[in-house]
T-cell receptor
Framework: NAGVTQTPKFQVLKTGQSMTLQCAQD?????MSWYRQDPGMGLRLIHY???????DQGEVPNGYNVSRSTTEDFPLRLLSAAPSQTSVYFC?????????????FGEGSRLTVL | EDKVVQSPLSLVVHEGDTVTLNCSYE??????LLWYKQEKKAPTFLFML????IEKKSGRLSSILDKKELFSILNITATQTGDSAIYLC??????????FGKGTRLHILP
C-alpha cells in the first residue's frame, strides 16, 4: 500500500548546493508531476510527465530538472539551490486515462535553503 | 497563459453555516475542473467536473461547473469544524497539465 513515496521528508541545503528529491509510485500511473507549495500560493506546477521518456515544463520550471527513465520514478533535481527554492515539494501521480482527475500525492518534502 | 482564480482567499464562518467557494479559470484546451481539500498534509481529491450544469455531490459537499462563464462553485452545507481546510480548485487541459489556484482557506468556528 505504498502509493507515492517521496524522500527525503526534510532537507536543509546551503545556497549553491545541489540535491535530488526522489519520487516513486507503485500504481503503474502514466502521469507524474512535481508541485511546490508556498504560503498563500496554492500548488504551482514545476514539471510533469505523461509517460516514461516524456517530460514537460510547468508554471515554474526554472532551477529544476527532471527525467523519467521508468514509469515508477520521477526525480526532481536542484542543480544550484537558491533561498527562493525554500518550499514544500509534492510529487503526484495519476492514471493516464481520460476518466479521472484524481492525483495521488506523496507526503511532501520540506526543503530549506540557507 | 492558463490561470485559475479562487475567491475568497480566506473565509471564517460558524458551525452550521453554508459556504460557497468560487473558482474561475482561463484555460486553453479545457478538459476538466477539479476540487481538492487540503488539511494538514497533502491534498485529497473531491470532485472532477467535465460537463456544464451537472452537479456532483458527496454528502454535504456539492459542486457545479459553468463552461460558458468559465467558473465553478463548491458548496458546503451545515458546516462542521472538520471542514476547516484549504480548498483547492484546479484545471486539467488536454495536454494533461493540471494547474491549481491559490486556494480558499476555510475556518469553521464551533
Amino acid at each position: 500500500n505504498a502509493g507515492v513515496t517521496q524522500t527525503p521528508k526534510f532537507q536543509v541545503l546551503k545556497t549553491g548546493q545541489s540535491m535530488t528529491l526522489q519520487c516513486a509510485q507503485d500504481m503503474n500511473h502514466e502521469y507524474m508531476s512535481w508541485y511546490r507549495q508556498d504560503p498563500g500560493m496554492g500548488l504551482r506546477l514545476i514539471h510533469y510527465s505523461v509517460g516514461a521518456g516524456i517530460t514537460d515544463q510547468g508554471e515554474v520550471p526554472n532551477g529544476y530538472n527532471v527525467s523519467r527513465s521508468t514509469t515508477e520514478d520521477f526525480p526532481l533535481r536542484l542543480l544550484s539551490a537558491a533561498p527562493s527554492q525554500t518550499s514544500v515539494y509534492f510529487c503526484a501521480s495519476r492514471r493516464g486515462s481520460l476518466n479521472t482527475g484524481e492525483l495521488f500525492f506523496g507526503e511532501g518534502s520540506r526543503l530549506t535553503v540557507l | 497563459e492558463d490561470k485559475v482564480v479562487q475567491s475568497p482567499l480566506s473565509l471564517v464562518v460558524h458551525e452550521g453555516d453554508t459556504v460557497t467557494l468560487n473558482c474561475s479559470y482561463e484555460v486553453t484546451n479545457f478538459r476538466s475542473l477539479l476540487w481538492y481539500k487540503q488539511e494538514k498534509k497533502a491534498p485529497t481529491f473531491l470532485f472532477m467536473l467535465t460537463s456544464s450544469g451537472i452537479e456532483k455531490k458527496s454528502g454535504r459537499l456539492s459542486s457545479i461547473l459553468d463552461k460558458k462563464e468559465l467558473f465553478s462553485i463548491l458548496n458546503i452545507t451545515a458546516t462542521q469544524t472538520g471542514d476547516s481546510a484549504i480548498y483547492l480548485c484546479a484545471n486539467m487541459n488536454r495536454d494533461d497539465k493540471i494547474i491549481f489556484g491559490k486556494g480558499t482557506r476555510l475556518h469553521i468556528l464551533p
